[in-house]
């Protein structure tokens, strides 16, 4: 049974993003809606946009940040900056293969999007 590569990258992109929200314990109900909701617009973007598909696990992951940002607060914090304001971390590339969550203060590379340790909850917006 072949399965489509468009969904492929979908289900992956889901998954990683997943995998680091429950690493941050915040994987309730409301929370995996919405990265459904962005797998569901990514879908339109990819299908409009083929050669992007290796830039789909990164907008994903941008999408719920936003989307939880708006809802709850920051999403990842940072685990590196221990001192000062509580910050997320933010997808880099902004648009590109590979992603990464990044501390922009100290410039540091915290994990791949899906490989965040846990504890990385909300924090207030």
Do not use: F, I
């Amino acid at each position: 049974m072949d399965v489509n590569p468009l969904e492929q990258v979908l289900h992956a992109a889901r998954a990683l993003v997943l995998t680091d929200l429950v690493a941050g314990d915040v994987a309730d109900p409301e929370v995996v809606s919405l990265v459904e909701e962005s797998v569901t617009h990514r879908r339109w973007w990819v299908e409009q946009w083929p050669e992007g598909a290796s830039y789909v696990a990164g907008l994903v992951a941008q999408d719920v940040q936003d989307a939880l940002l708006e809802r709850y607060g920051r999403w990842p914090l940072c685990p590196v900056c221990a001192e000062g304001e509580p910050h997320a971390l933010d997808v880099e590339p902004e648009l590109g293969p590979d992603p990464h969550w990044v501390c922009g203060k100290a410039g540091v590379v915290v994990a791949a999007v899906g490989e965040l340790a846990p504890g990385g909850g909300v924090g207030a917006s």
